[in-house]
Every structure is written in structure tokens, then in C-alpha cells.
């Protein structure tokens, strides 16, 4: 009679055991799956090679010790529990035989959990209480370092950025970077987190971003969003920013699909964007891409927020960045002498910019339209706007006055100021 010590040897050397689905090749770094049997271990095994990972499997935590001792992997994996020696168990072995073993650990916890707190003081990087789906593996690994961060205009969930901040998922993304919901771990709080992605494919990109930071820290104010936190993750700077919970103005006329937003509502929203920007003025500071996307609503009260300085100019020594010859903003909200060239970004640009952002509020469309941007542009600079009363006969005519002044073409003959364009609305109400 063949003895159980035997029989489980020649177990594992026949073809479902054998050394052809125990080891695979790579190019990338060792990972070291020390599981139960195939069925926890099979998973593992095709995800880590797709990700470029060198796997060996061992069953059992002997065998897996053994294979340790034999070549220090860069991640062990553990789903351990049956085989004599738990997951547990075989984290404290390893830290203690091989306490400067520079590796990640990934461990998944007993199916009742409740280990947590034990596997991690153990030394376990990550504890999982179910198995993860390729992306939250991809967002594990590249929060550990062990693979890049996705550069196709995401970073994963999962991400750790600056040993901090936890990337929990996409909030949006422009031109030059995204804005991700994230947990920071130091405060247990989620926050906004803005990561430049471009740092190499964009003349000035980092200055801009560092310049947007700068602006927001000083201008502390209820209806702009607050900044926290400036670092730079892999290469890629980033900032943190209050998570704000709500839409845009976008987000808002796109709920309307097409319908005027009532003047009770609107009027309320734009004054305090009015104040905003007087705030950012007295400071020197032109926004430059005033539009219903970079205004926020927040959930639940009638509270704007203007975000995104991204593009903003400042006259403060040291912060101006050049952008002579470039045009900079959205096109249909941009005022007419910036795209001439006539003159530079001043606030009576900003005023442009919000005047057409009140026209699409109580008509619900913009001022111009056109097949091309440059048919756009060539309406902004040499078209009249139109009377908004023609689109929405309810407005009231000194509302409608209020805008058309906004959209005047010679910036003179604008508001004054953000100041008295809020004393106009105010009294057109």
C-alpha cells in the first residue's frame, strides 16, 4: 500500500499537478502563487501573465516556502488556508526568515474575512476579501509600483498615488489631465485629485499646472473650490481639491434638454459666479475659460463653484505664463478681441464669457453656432449677438439688456467689472 506522504507526491508530478502549469514564463518579474490547489491558484496564474509577470504556483505552504527560499519574488500571492500551514502563518515565516525581502504581498483573507487587521501587522500589502476583476488587479499592482500607471487617459482604481492618496475612480478629464475621486488616507477623507498627464506632450503644461495651484491657494473663497495638497507622483504632477458633490452647469441645462432654466433659478447662480471672479480679479487673476463645465452645483442647495484656473492668467511676478499667439479657452465662449488678437485676456474678457453663459441659461442655446470652429469664431468676432427675448419671450427685458451689454464687441462697453455686472442681475430680478 502506497502511503498518503507518497501518494501525494506522485499526485504532484502528473499532469494536472505538473510542472508545465506550475511555473510560466516572462518577462517581467517573479510573482509566487502559494494557494490550496488549481482552483485558487488558476486565476491568479493567467491574470499575472498577462500583466507581464514570470508565476510559479506552489501548492501547499511548504512547497511554498521552499520555492521562496529558491528565488525572492517581487509579489507573492497567498489563498492559503487548508494546506497545514495558513496564510498567516506563512507571512510571519517569510518576514521573519527574509526580513529585507523587497516584495509585495497580495493576500486573500478566509472567506468569513475578519483577518484583516492580524494579516496586514503581519506584513500583508493588500488583503482581498474576494477575487478582483482584471482592472482592480491592474489598479492593485500599479498602486504597489509593480506596474506603470495606464497612460490611455486613465489612472486605475486602486492606484496609490504619493503613498496617500487612493484613486477610487474618474471623476473627468480635459486636455492635459484628469480629475479623479480618491481617499486620503492620512485624513480618511475623499478628496478631488487633479494628475497632469502630458508632461512631455505639451509646451508649458507643467508651469500651467503648477501656476493653477498657486492661484487656487490664494484665492480662498466660498464659491471657488478649495485646494489642499501639491506633489508630484512617477514624474506626474498632481494637486488635491475638495470632493464637490452636485453637476455642472452643463450637467444642469442638459437636464433640461433645451428648455431655459427659470430666471429665479439662474439669475442666483450667476451672481454668485459674479463674485467669484471678482475675488479672482481683485487678485489679478483672469480666468480665461469661463463656460457651464468649469460651473458647479452642488447637491442639495443653490451653491455655485467656479473651477478649473487651468488656463488662467495672473499679473503676479512669476506666474505669468506666455501665450502669445495661442488663443486659449473654448471656443463660442471666448470673447471676440482674444480671437482677434486686438487685445490680451483682461477681466472684461471674463464678463464676455459669462454673458454668453447667461444667454444659454434663459434660452438654451449658446449665442453662435457653426459647422466648423472656424465659422464659430468668425460669428463671435463679426455677428451681432442675437436679441435673446427672440428665444425666450418670458425674459424680462432688463435681464435681456444685462446681456446684451455682456456680449457687446468692444469690451468697453461691457459691466465695469464683475462687481457691477452682480449689481445689474440683481436689480434686473
Known sequence: MIGMQALTGALRTNS???????????????????????????????ALRSHGFRVRVRY?????????DQETPVLLVLDLWRNGMDAL???KVVRAVHPDADLRSFVRSTPGGGLGPLLTAAGADVVLDEDPDDRALRG????????????DGTVPPGTCIADRFVVDGLIGRGATAGVYRATDLELGEQVALKLLDCTDSVPGAVNRFRQEMRICRRLQHSHVAR??????WRGQP??????????????FLDERGGRPVPVAVGVPLVVQACRAL?????????????????????????????????????REPGLVTSTRGLVLGTPGYVAPERITGAAEATTASDIYSLGVVLFELFTGRPPFGGRSVGSLLARVVHQPAPDPTELNPL??????????????KDPDLRPADARELERLLTAAL
Open 395 to 408: 425674459l424680462p427685458e432688463p435681464l435681456a439688456a444685462v446681456i446684451d451689454r455682456c456680449l457687446q
Open 60 to 68: 501547499g505552504g511548504h512547497e511554498g516556502l521552499d520555492a521562496f
Open 140 to 151: 492593485l499592482l500599479a498602486g504597489q509600483g509593480l506596474i506603470g500607471a495606464v497612460r
Open 278 to 314: 471678482a475675488a479672482a480679479h481683485d487678485l489679478g487673476v483672469v480666468h480665461r475659460d469661463i463656460k457651464p463645465d468649469n460651473l458647479f452645483v452642488l447637491d442639495g442647495e443653490r451653491h455655485l463653484k467656479v473651477m478649473d484656473f487651468g488656463i488662467a492668467k495672473t
Open 16 to 46: 494536472f499537478f505538473g510542472s508545465g502549469d506550475i511555473d510560466s514564463a516572462g518577462l517581467g518579474g517573479l510573482a509566487l502563487v502559494v494557494a490550496d490547489g488549481p482552483l485558487q491558484a488558476g486565476p491568479w496564474k493567467a
Open 238 to 251: 498632481f494637486f488635491t481639491m475638495e470632493l464637490l458633490r452636485g453637476r455642472t452647469l452643463r450637467g
Open 89 to 91: 502563518t506563512f507571512l
Open 227 to 232: 485646494t489642499y495638497d501639491y506633489g508630484v
